[in-house]
């Protein structure tokens, strides 16, 4: 009970936010470094400055080993920078203890994988319900929820299937639809489209496109191609640990 | 929460039958073994402490024995060292009313009745007066043996209701033959004597070769034993402790007050022994308590050892799902729901196997006791202390592959390959 008004507090704040257009995630001179005192110590960003204000649809584009996914996993709090100083929403996490983050990322954050990473033998509304049963969610508001979320992204039909009984683009499609169980800030989607053929590819995409508009999600998307972040309305360039452009789309929703 | 643990861990176990089978076959055998062992033990103990008590609870033995079996002993010594009429006498007076009886049988050679053309084999056995009360012989007809009867030596028998059936078919009224004589051939000699009284038969196990077979007593008094036999001394007598007095306090003061009071006879070669019965049900049951206790401490073994492949498996499952550990992490599961759901798949597997175990075990067990002839008895403690134990192993050896799982660093666990 507590927690679900902890959730429709957020729920609430979200929209008041929503209308002051504020800044979500802030991240200051974030630096990580591998091997921190070895000799043969390697530093992969080299100090990123990012500001991403709610209800954006931001993609970050860069090569393989640019250290994009390295960004992401600090952004998604999976991995703690070196340096630097890293608020969203509100909270410092640099200063956060270990045992917070799991509870800012149930809350906070939602993942969309490129390997959908769905938890195998579990059905689609299992796998949906998770995030709400770590949210410490009641059975039944969580079945509702998830039954909710899975006719959102068009697996209504599918919600007994496990994943081995699933298309990439369908398990994707369960992937998203995970991703906005506790009606995160912010979703993170790292290469989301990079299993897939390119018609189911649109098709996810088509969806991160109508949560952005109709929703209002911020949306962060990490990829290597230029075409996928050319349908972003804002597009950050990252190249060997360093943010080289930053451009606002003028096409943007052009698909 | 631990509904959805335990959900979660059936899914898992569900989904790797034959791992987690053989998995709990290590608890499953543990656990059976344990169960299995304390049943044919409790029942041992209980059958056996039930025969003893059958014999009487405030039955005292006393006996004389050479202290060393081995020493060179003359027929003179042991006819020195009997216990005799007039000690026995003495003790009675002694010890007054803490005791109720005192027990002394004259086995004779085993003795036959003939009567139109059937043999019926008996045991003619000369009583003191204690003995009915020492050996719970139940009268069912006629009276026991009067002062008269004793003091002089009478021929007269209490015979068993087996013997008349024996003898006379089982239409036959046992009472019939009350105030009848009988002739009783022993050795080479043939003693008359009358029926006064009749008792029950109460038979022990089972007997082969039918009821012709079946030897029973025929009581005569002791005194007119030793006339027939002409011996007056016994090895062993029975001492019955009055009701509410310590049988195994008594066969100590019995013992010390028959030490002093026969030392001249014993001399530095015989010594006298008492125990009860109330000491010996204490003794066994404690012997039999420890033998179980060391043979299911060998099962327990098994158990561990099955413990240890819980480990083994809880270890191969959780690097095997590395990846969904990650993915769990990442969407905001505690590190502290991580551990509990291992250590749930743990506790879950030990106790199916544990569950399997009993039920294997009390089928064992009961098998194992309706063979050697004892009744069952079904140690409900062992069964909660399986249960206990099993789920006792899966939180040990399950905490520490769980606590791994649960410490892993999200993003190491799912970019684990």
């Known amino acids: 009970m507590v927690a679900l008004m902890q959730c429709l507090m957020t729920w609430e704040q979200m929209e008041v936010s929503i209308l002051s257009n504020d800044i979500l995630l802030q991240a200051r001179d974030i630096k990580k470094s591998y091997y921190v005192g070895t ?50 929403d509100g909270v ?7 045992k917070a983050l799991s509870s800012l990322r149930n809350k906070h954050i939602g993942f969309v994988f490129q390997t959908y990473n769905l938890i195998a033998r579990t059905d689609a509304i299992a796998n949906v319900e998770m995030p709400l049963l770590y949210a410490g969610i009641s059975e039944k508001k969580r079945r509702a929820r998830a039954i909710e979320l899975l006719e959102m992204v068009g697996m209504g039909e599918r919600m007994h299937h496990t994943p081995d009984e699933l298309s990439g683009g369908q398990k994707q499609r369960v992937a998203i639809a995970r991703a906005m169980a506790n009606n995160p800030d912010i979703i993170l989607a790292d290469e989301p489209t990079g299993a897939l053929d390119s018609k189911t ?50 096409k943007e929703g052009v698909a | 929460m631990i509904k959805e ?3 979660l861990a059936i899914i898992s176990i569900k989904a790797n039958k034959m791992r987690a089978f053989l998995t709990m076959l290590g608890i499953i055998i543990g656990v059976c073994a344990v169960i299995a062992i304390m049943t044919v033990g409790n029942s041992m103990t209980a059958d056996v402490k039930k025969q003893l008590e059958g014999y009487g609870v405030q039955n005292i033995t006393v006996y004389v024995n050479p202290i060393d079996w081995e020493a060179d002993i003359t027929e003179a ?27 002394v049988e004259s086995q004779m050679e085993t003795g036959t009745v003939v009567k139109e053309g059937k043999t019926v084999n008996v045991n003619v056995t000369g009583t003191s007066a204690g003995y009915y009360k020492a050996n719970k012989v139940k009268l069912i007809n006629g009276n026991s043996f009067n002062e008269f009867d004793y003091s002089m030596g009478n021929n007269t028998a209490i015979i068993s209701d087996k ?15 009350l105030g009848k004589e009988i002739e009783i051939n022993v ?3 043939y003693l008359n ?24 007593n025929v009581y005569i008094p002791l005194k007119s034993a030793w006339n027939f036999t002409h011996m007056e001394e016994f090895f062993e007598c029975t001492v019955v402790a009055a009701e509410g007095v310590n049988a195994a306090e008594l066969s100590e003061q019995i013992k010390d007050y028959l030490t002093e009071a026969m030392a001249n006879n014993l001399g530095d070669k015989f010594m006298v022994g008492a125990y009860s019965n109330q000491s010996m049900i204490e003794e066994n049951t404690k012997t039999m308590n420890q033998m179980t206790m060391a043979i299911s401490m060998i099962a327990a073994i098994a158990l561990i050892v099955g413990g240890i492949g819980v480990m083994n498996i809880m270890t191969v499952s959780i690097t095997e799902r590395t990846r969904e550990i990650g993915t769990r992490k990442a969407l905001g599961a505690p590190d502290s729901m991580i551990m509990l759901q291992f250590i749930s798949e743990a506790i879950i597997i030990c106790l199916i196997g544990g569950i399997i175990g009993i039920v294997l075990g009390l089928i064992l067990g009961n098998v194992a006791v309706h063979f050697m002839g004892y009744t069952p008895h079904i140690s409900i403690a062992s069964i909660y202390l399986s249960v206990g134990f099993s789920m006792a192993i899966g939180v040990f050896f399950g905490y520490s592959p769980a606590k791994h799982a649960a410490n892993m660093n999200p993003i190491d666990a799912l970019r684990y390959e």
């Open chain 1, 39 to 88: 000799p043969n110590e390697l530093e992969i960003l080299h100090g990123i400055d990012l500001d991403i204000r709610r209800g954006e649809f931001v993609s970050i584009v860069g090569q393989s080993g640019s250290g994009k996914s390295t960004l992401m996993n600090i952004l998604g709090i999976l991995d703690r920078q070196t340096s630097g100083k890293y608020i969203l």
């Open chain 1, 92 to 98: 410092d996490i640099s200063k956060a203890p270990n």
């Open chain 2, 5 to 7: 643990n335990c959900k």
């Open chain 2, 163 to 177: 013997f008349i059936e024996q003898l006379y078919g089982k239409e036959f009224k046992p009472e019939n033959l």
């Open chain 2, 187 to 189: 050795g080479e000699q």
């Open chain 2, 193 to 216: 004597v009358t029926v006064v009284g009749i008792y029950h038969y109460e038979q022990e196990g089972s007997v082969r070769g039918g009821n012709k077979n079946i030897t029973t």
């Open chain 1, 201 to 250: 590819g649109r098709l996810v995409m088509d969806i991160f496109h109508e949560l952005h508009e109709k929703q209002g999600k911020t949306i962060v998307l990490i990829t290597h191609s230029n075409e996928l972040a050319a349908e972003t309305p804002r597009i950050i360039t990252i190249s060997d640990g360093n943010i080289i452009s930053e451009k606002i789309n003028d």
């Open chain 2, 77 to 103: 010594d042991y006819q020195n060292m009997r216990l005799r009429p007039e000690v026995l006498h003495k003790l009675s007076e002694k010890f007054g009313k803490k005791i109720s009886g005192i027990s």
